[in-house]
């Protein structure tokens, strides 16, 4: 029966046939694996953990703990989504790491990143327009100030195109936590990144009407 599960997986997912070759001893599989999704997972790697050598690093781990373990390898989700799932986990394991070798604490951390940064902070005043670099260096801190599970579900949703459903399989929740997650995610963000929006120029003004929330 697992057999011919995993056959039918195959037939809709076509990196699951690749996964299958992988398994099978097929060392050419395993290069087109990581020629696919080597660029896509440093850069979200890099979203999730905001240093590019680390990211690189992790991205390097996550393939040699799935080319370690394709003799075990049984298809249950989307490649991509078991291979997501593996990120996830190394990802949070570094970040944790971080924090125990820092001794910072996680409130100390959220209290100075919520909101907006200070005047001192916010780059060009309205009169320059911000470059490319630099405002994707504030959508950054941005996500930094979001705390680890909310990240990992903005960075999958936004970066991944990932659903609430495959969200929630890679980190472990439902998908109505997911949903949860990333409502408060998208508050948070909105909020770190108003000063920036309206750059270039007025912010329009209030409404009333708004039902967002």
Partial sequence: MTGQTSAMMALRDPDIRLMLAVRSGDEAAFAELVER???RLVGVMNHLVGHPQEAEDLAQEVFLRVYRTRHKYSPKAKFSTWLFTIANNLALNALRDRHR???IPLDARDSTQAGP?????RGPSPAH?????????????????????QRVAVVLNKFEDM???EIAEVMG???KAVKSL??????KLREALQPYIYMDGDAPPADDDDDDE
């Fill in 117 to 121: 940064p200070p005047a001192a902070d």
């Fill in 101 to 103: 070798r820092q001794a």
């Fill in 129 to 149: 327009p911000m470059q490319q670099s630099e405002l994707a260096e504030v959508v950054r801190k941005a996500l930094d100030g979001l705390n680890e599970r």
């Fill in 37 to 39: 999704y080597q660029h």
């Fill in 163 to 165: 659903g609430y459903a």
């Fill in 173 to 175: 929740l439902t998908a």
């Fill in 182 to 187: 990333l409502s408060r995610a998208r508050g």
